[in-house]
């Protein structure tokens, strides 16, 4: 360990976007000037999924998680007056990557930009969303080839751009162990460049494997964490060399970004937050060899709501004291020849190596998907189970309990807020944009792109002219529905009991006694209304809820409030949960309560759960709603036992 002439700090990054796009803009603009190196953009779910703002499926949704950008206009104001020549731009986009992408080149032409000197990132890692985060359109195999698109038009046309990021950072917050964070994202990676060889000279493909990064996550056991980051790096190296033989070491080098885990962020005493940031970002920074390459932290009140401009740049403070304050970036790596480190990457090699044999056994990460999704829950059950019996500690969660009052949760609650106005806001202008342009044109560039698409050739430059030529976010991603169809991922839940129902006795024994008084099974339908794709905690619920005998009907992410109505009605639903996590509870429950009303089902009761302001709790509470659980509510057999209560006929006739 010695030291050497101090390394150059990694990116400095905050995930941002809100609201609009004029809006993000002062943000961007602002953190640039605060000292952010690069710039993380953070999308709202109808421009993840391909939806305008005005679409039915866009209601509530509309600036709710990110930015929403419609077309070349939206994009224009989003990066106004920042030179994208000079910046580093990461896009946190993958079903529409292909087409934010486009208007990203657009605006960069009309800035007078050189296109081939542009530096980002698109994330387009498609199977981690069928795996966990869910803002997935068209099916696996189309999916994999417009990840290809876009990875054979970067290499040519902006060979600075790295065309995907292979992204594990959903697959540990979905509850992966670090051996099948490693295992699911390289196999990942495997099926693209196996996509991707036919499609350029041989002597062309090391330097293509050498734009592929990854986004990962870090978690609170941070020296598991370095030793994965170092595990990554060994066996993304061996994989290229071996499997694809790239003989230049620099092209095999594990290229990623990284944002610290927010699983682990609590809702209780929320101030803790800060430390376990820290403690996670060293895990992905102390190691020189692993070290990297970009870096944006949460905030410590993301359990709570959407973070303050305020609560961002003190997550920002953190990664700057650590690069310019502290002396970490004069020395080599400090781990080598740790024999404890050695042995843990090791370990987590061996087990990722076999979890890889298993997929490839199978035929590979896309005729592996369901497998991968059940093996997720499964993982994620088990952790949870670990809190509930407190053998995993989670101070201020389920030890250390009590505590004063935060003073950082000041009068506006600690968070920011959405105006519900910025939705018919975006609307309208999005309605202005559509009069205005030459519909000829749209309509002429939207035929080339779909023949494109028809005849499978590279979607980028039809995009990009579409693009120009003032299309729509939803324009597109109709072109891309109508021709490779529409998908709807496994749920990882299966109608079979599981090997978890230890402890679960007493409430098995209420649900039989209730489903005697009901004349049949307990039935509880799972709902996730709206384009929220976070199915961790719906996929808990419905495993446990099946576990305690319980007749669950889940069918995942992405209904309308009508189509969960509907399923009440045809299930003869006892009980509905409504999960949902982009903070658009208020609108979409109101949806579901008054179309229950309307179908004489009123009489159902309803619990929702999400990251929901108290405020909003009891909003809930006034539309009908019976019980609302946040982040705080981790006992689940606490929530079993509510319903169980709920469905009791005696209840029902009390009321």
């Not at 199977?127 to 038009?153: F, N, W």
């Not at 190596?353 to 497998?371: C, F, K, T």
């Amino acid at each position: 360990m010695t030291q050497t002439q101090k390394d150059r700090p990694w990116l400095i990054r905050t995930y941002a976007g809100h609201s609009t796009a004029k809006a993000s803009n002062a943000l961007y603009r602002g953190n640039l000037a605060k000292g952010q190196t690069g710039l993380s953009v953070a999308f709202d779910l109808p421009t993840q999924t391909g939806y305008d703002s005005d679409h039915t499926l866009a209601r509530g949704e509309v600036g709710k998680v990110g930015v929403p950008v419609c077309h070349l206009g939206d994009m224009r104001v989003l990066f106004d007056q920042i030179p994208l020549e000079q910046m580093n731009t990461s896009m946190t986009i993958n079903a529409t990557a292909p087409w934010l992408l486009a208007l990203y080149i657009a605006v960069a032409e009309e800035q007078g930009a050189d296109v081939s000197k542009l530096q980002g990132t698109v994330q387009n890692d498609l199977i981690k969303e069928y795996l966990s985060r869910g803002t997935y359109v068209c099916p696996p195999k189309p999916s994999l080839k417009m990840i290809a698109d876009v990875a054979e038009y970067c290499y040519t046309n902006v060979p600075k751009w790295n065309p995907m990021n292979v992204c594990s950072y959903h697959l540990q917050e979905a509850g992966a162990t670090p051996e099948q964070e490693l295992a699911y994202a390289l196999a990942t990676a495997i099926a693209v460049l196996d996509e991707l060889r036919p499609r350029v000279p041989a002597e062309d493909f090391p330097a293509l494997c050498g734009r592929i990064s990854f986004f990962v996550n870090a978690g609170i056991r941070f020296v598991t964490e370095m030793c994965k980051m170092r595990a990554f790096v060994d066996l993304w190296d061996e994989i290229l060399q071996q499997r694809y033989g790239v003989e230049n070491p620099k092209f095999r080098r594990f290229r990623y970004g990284v944002q610290v885990n927010s699983l682990g962020l609590t809702e209780q005493q929320p101030e803790n937050n800060v430390y376990r940031i820290l403690i996670e970002m060293l895990a992905v920074t102390l190691s020189k060899n692993a070290r990297a390459r970009a870096v944006q932290l949460p905030a410590w009140n993301e359990a709570l709501g959407l973070p303050r401009p305020w609560d961002q740049q003190w997550s920002m403070r953190m990664q700057q004291i650590l690069a310019y304050e502290t002396d970490l970036l004069e020395y080599d790596d400090l781990f080598d020849g740790n024999p404890a480190v050695d042995a843990k990457v090791k370990e987590l090699k061996e087990g990722a190596r076999a979890e890889l044999a298993n997929l490839d056994s199978m035929g590979g990460a896309v005729a592996s998907i369901e497998y991968m999704k059940s093996r997720l829950v499964d993982s994620n059950a088990e952790r949870l189970n670990r809190i509930e019996r407190n053998e995993t500690v989670v101070v201020g969660v389920n030890k250390w309990i009590e505590g004063e009052a935060s003073p950082l949760q000041t009068e506006d609650g600690g968070i920011m807020v959405v105006d519900p106005a910025v939705e018919q806001e975006q609307i309208d202008r999005l309605n202005t944009w559509r009069a205005e342009r030459d519909e000829a044109a749209v309509t002429a560039a939207l035929a080339a792109l779909r023949e494109a698409a028809q005849t499978g050739a590279n979607i980028m430059e039809p995009s990009i002219a579409a693009a120009k030529a003032g299309a729509t976010t939803g324009e597109w991603a109709e072109e891309m529905r109508t021709v490779y169809g529409t998908y709807r991922g496994p749920t990882g839940v299966s109608g079979s009991v599981s090997n978890k129902t230890e402890g679960l006795d007493d409430l098995r024994a209420a649900v039989d006694a209730v489903s005697d008084k009901l004349g049949r099974r307990l039935k509880f339908l799972v709902g996730k209304p709206g384009l929220d794709g976070h199915s961790n905690g719906a996929e808990q619920i419905a495993f446990r809820a099946r576990d305690c005998g319980m007749d669950i009907s889940y069918e995942g992410i992405r209904l309308t409030p009508e189509e969960i109505v509907a399923a009440a009605r045809e299930d003869d639903a006892h009980v509905i949960g409504l999960s949902i996590l982009s903070g658009s509870h208020l609108p979409l429950v109101k949806d579901v309560m008054e179309r229950l009303r309307q179908a004489g089902l009123s009489h159902i009761p309803v619990v929702v759960g999400g990251i929901i302001p108290d405020e909003d709790a009891e909003k809930l509470k006034s539309m009908g709603v019976a019980k609302v659980y946040t982040p705080k509510n981790f006992e689940l057999n606490s929530i079993m036992g509510d319903i169980v209560t709920l469905a009791d006929p005696r209840n029902l006739a009390a009321e």
